[in-house]
């Protein structure tokens, strides 16, 4: 495993290094709260999806949801994690109109799972090793619209009460780059898992980013935190601008202060949030409401026993025992269900043919589109048929393009398309040597020219020769032809 | 550990409750007794003894992931000094 190089960042006074630490929320794929039976589902109107634990009304009792329990399990299993047996639900206090009990119930001392890893894979194939410092339970807040009313907020409690992992980094990214590598590959995991559906757009997934920087090799800075960023990019965006702000105040001699931050989307730029005389002071206690969390053994083990194929293990599978690239395998394996479709296609055939008809052709072609693989209008199965038609010999690589285009509009089984149309190449000399000696005969001047030395216009004959057969001589055979018949060869 | 004026009021801004400023030494000397009472519990010798979290011995209750609840927001917003569109209304909160 390569360590990523060294980036600095080159400030007035010489280069700085970056210290990142991502604090991500997940939300459970659950169906109801953490601690009510209220409904989760997104985009429904204000205030419905609320139970009267949801509104803090005085008497209510929190009782747990089982399965969010276990998808906070799961999913430290899946970041190699330790699975504390014992954990805690404490009292996070502060007042914040989102927040009707005036505490969030989160885990602060004891939380469901400690230290863990992701690898990160970078471009270029540098792996760098991101340590979990823990992942635990806690409740999302209310959603408050602020842009309704020039002197108001309107405030929905929907999603007050939904079960949030809040899974915290320790301070090992250096570059936004990574960090967004980083929030990428909790996403895929997380979604390979099932315990997160990783829906940036909904809010399923937010970084709160921790960012300092350092002259390299120095003692770590003084960190800013940035709340509730939502989307790769923004986090690139918003740890460029912070660095750089940061840099510029300590160049120019200040201090940075530890301090709350937001990013704002529309200028690209990080503000201060909170002044410092409301520092900080949740007052945690433990929830007197809830009992400790205890998970026995054989819960975690049965648990163990039913996790699929993760990325890492699927990427190395496909290195190993198909013969792909780094690159490619990773590409495949980043979402479950084209890891699925590419496996399908694969079955059975050329491995490497198929990541590449799938990565480049097919995910072209849905790039285009604007469409995800589920709604891919050329199925695995026929995708496979083309690649055996490829494979017998039926179909030139150009012909199977063409064959593949109409696909894409029909939704038709390759070989149909192939008979209906006649695209079967020719690979029949003679037909193709006829071809030949026709435009051969047709352009004398030409063919002097490539004897003569311009060896480049070959291939204006291959052209030729293509058009008069209508794309379907084989390439291979209609250049040795061309060699022969043209340079004498 | 004592309790002084600053701290009490401190600890009054946090939990948003109002103290005037010839209230903070009186509430502080009553804190500050209520702390040292509790704090005799120091004298016992716990070293052996396992914290206890419930008087009856009992497992965190949990249930199953069923959405059972919710669906009334008449009642949710039935005490709000001002709601609109099925939202609460509040005074601007502006970060």
């Known amino acids: ?489 | 550990m004592s309790v002084d004026a600053a701290t009490v009021k401190r600890i009054a801004k946090l939990a948003r409750i109002r103290v005037e400023d010839g209230e903070l030494a009186p509430l502080a000397a009553e804190l500050d007794t209520i702390l040292h009472w509790v704090e005799q519990l120091g004298e016992v010798n716990t070293a052996s003894v396992e914290p206890m979290n419930s008087v009856m011995p009992m497992d965190l209750k949990r249930r199953a992931d069923q959405v059972s609840d919710g669906g009334y927001p008449e009642d949710v917003l039935a005490n709000a000094p001002e709601q609109r569109h099925g939202f609460f209304v509040v005074h601007k909160i502006v970060e």
């Open chain 1, 1 to 489: 495993m390569t360590e990523p190089a060294v980036k600095y960042i080159e400030g007035a006074t010489g280069p700085w290094e970056i210290v990142l630490g991502l604090e991500v929320h997940a939300q459970v794929s659950s169906k109801s709260k953490l601690f009510s039976g209220a409904s989760t589902e997104f985009g429904a109107e204000p205030n419905t999806q609320v139970s009267l634990v949801d509104a803090a009304m005085p008497g209510m009792l929190p009782v747990i949801n089982e399965f969010c329990v276990e998808q906070a399990v799961r999913t430290g299993l899946g970041l190699k994690a330790q699975i504390n047996n014992w954990s805690r639900f404490d009292r996070k206090n502060y007042f914040y109109p989102d927040l009707p009990q005036g505490y969030q119930i989160s885990q602060f001392q004891f939380p469901i799972v400690g230290e863990g890893e992701v690898l990160v894979d970078l471009p270029g194939g540098a792996t760098r090793i991101v340590r979990i410092e823990r992942l635990h339970l806690e409740q999302d807040a209310g959603k408050c619209l602020h842009d309704q009313s020039p002197n108001e907020s309107l405030v929905d409690l929907s999603r007050s009460g939904i079960a949030l992992m809040e899974i915290v980094s320790k301070p090992d990214m250096r570059s936004a780059e990574e960090a967004g590598a980083y929030v990428k590959k909790l996403r895929t995991i997380l979604r390979y898992l099932g315990t997160c559906d990783g829906n940036m757009e909904e809010g399923s997934l937010r970084a709160d980013v921790n960012v300092s920087v350092r002259k390299p090799g120095g003692p770590l800075g003084t960190r800013c935190e940035i709340k509730n960023v939502n989307s790769v990019r923004f986090i690139g965006q918003a740890i460029e601008y912070e660095a750089r702000r940061q840099i510029d105040v300590l160049e120019s001699g200040g201090t940075i202060d530890q301090e709350t931050r937001l990013f704002d989307s529309k200028t690209g730029e990080t503000r201060t949030m909170r002044s410092k005389e409301d520092a900080h002071d949740y007052r945690y206690f433990p929830d007197p409401d809830l009992q400790p969390l205890v998970l026995d053994k054989a819960y975690v083990d049965a648990i163990a026993a039913g996790l699929p194929e993760l990325p890492d293990v699927r990427r190395a599978r496909y290195i190993n025992e198909f013969g792909l690239s780094p690159y490619d395998a990773s590409v495949l394996v980043a979402e479950r269900e084209t890891a699925a479709f590419y496996e399908a296609v694969a079955k059975g055939r050329d491995a490497k043919l198929a990541a590449n008809w799938v990565i480049v052709e097919l995910f072209g072609m849905l790039n285009k589109r604007g469409v995800g693989i589920e709604e891919s209008p050329v199925s695995a199965a026929r995708l496979g048929e083309l690649l055996d038609l490829l494979a017998d010999g039926t179909l030139s690589g150009r012909l199977a393009k063409e064959v593949f285009e109409i696909m894409i509009e029909t939704g038709g089984a390759p070989k149909a398309i192939v008979e209906e149309r006649g695209l079967v190449q020719v690979t029949d000399t003679g037909a193709i040597e006829a071809a030949v000696d026709a435009v051969i005969a047709a352009n004398p001047d030409k063919v002097a020219e490539v004897r003569s030395g311009k060896d480049k216009l070959l291939g204006w004959f291959v052209g030729q020769v293509m058009k008069s057969t209508g794309g379907k001589a084989n390439p291979q055979v209609l250049n040795d032809i061309l060699r022969k018949k043209v340079m004498g060869e």
